[in-house]
């Protein structure tokens, strides 16, 4: 494909709560086996981009050992590779990544380095399958300076979330608002741009100097009637996990079968990284409804509409009902869980018993098996 990608994978969001206190956003664990970066790569992979960046910031550990390696992704080691880029001290620069257009700024040469014409820019925090060529061939058919893909939200409430947008009968966009308080429009950018490499590097060093340092108001907004801004609608499934609520939803629809389906039986698939770990084990007296299990798990008690990431631990007589559990669990005997998120490497003690009355809670226990 004639285009290199770039994901933002560097933001921190405070309505993730205790979820992003050891992780970035996307390195949130979903639908068992995935991390919210692996659809973006995935995207990249399948649409023939050769040659990606991801720029990471925020709690970057897990994430940066995550994308140690191109080769579950398939990216081309020949010709271009997954480049990772954290915020480095230079002579020019002390500074950590200012906004989403300063952290392209600061990886400036890797655009100058590359020589394809066009860059899809998209962000690490959403779940959702692409073909980033068809959006490519919709940005030069219309001629746009920038392309933005955007989407309908269902839930007028979630709208705040976004930056809404209008666009005319030939899709250009007239309005642009980044996360208003309310809107009369539902239409919503889903943080996926198309743009020639050569317009971008040329935008980017303009608003440098200007200390311009966010790419929505600085760039987006700042020019939408000075230059041809189009908007690409889909309305297949997309899904930004960047709160608790939403998050929770997004594992939730993995225990739809059309969802399940749509991701992971039809071509083409997402790709993320294995880990080497035996098949779930049910005991004798598991009961296990409509979740999903991952690899690694033993499971003794009743499991309800749930979904259990990696080497989960399911003590005698649990109950565990429309929740979230997170990597390296160990449910004590007789446990309680309805309506929660239990963070990774927690150790629930027995008889413990913990429900979300009306929000997801999210349950944090002290950790005893890890003590140094």
Known sequence: MRAIGIILAGGNNNRMRELSDKRAIAAMPIAGSYRSIDFALSNMA????????????????????????SKWWDFGRKQGGLFVFTPTITKENGFWYQGTADAIYQNLSFLKNSHEPYVVIASGDCVYKMDYNKVLEYHIAKRADITVVCTTCPDPSEVERFGVLRMNEDCRIEEFEEKPMVSPYNTISTGIYVIRRRQLIELIEKAAQEGRNDFVKDILIRYKNLKRIYGYKIDSYWSNISTVESYYKTNMDFLKPEIRNYFFKQEPGIKTKIDDLPPAKYNPGAVVKNSL?????????????????????????????????????????????????????????????????????IVVEKNERYTL
């Open 46 to 69: 399948n649409s023939r981009i050769q040659k990606v960046a991801v720029l990471t910031q925020y709690n970057a550990r897990s994430l940066n050992e995550h994308l140690s390696s």
């Open 293 to 361: 299990i991952s690899s690694g798990c033993i499971v003794n008690g009743v499991v309800e509409n749930s979904v259990l990431f990696k080497d989960v631990f399911v003590g005698n007589n649990c109950v565990i009902k429309n929740s979230v559990i997170l990597n390296d669990v160990y449910l004590g005997d007789n446990t309680h869980i309805e309506n929660c998120i239990v963070e990774s490497r927690d150790t629930i003690r027995a008889n413990s018993y913990y429900s979300g009355e009306g929000e997801v809670k």
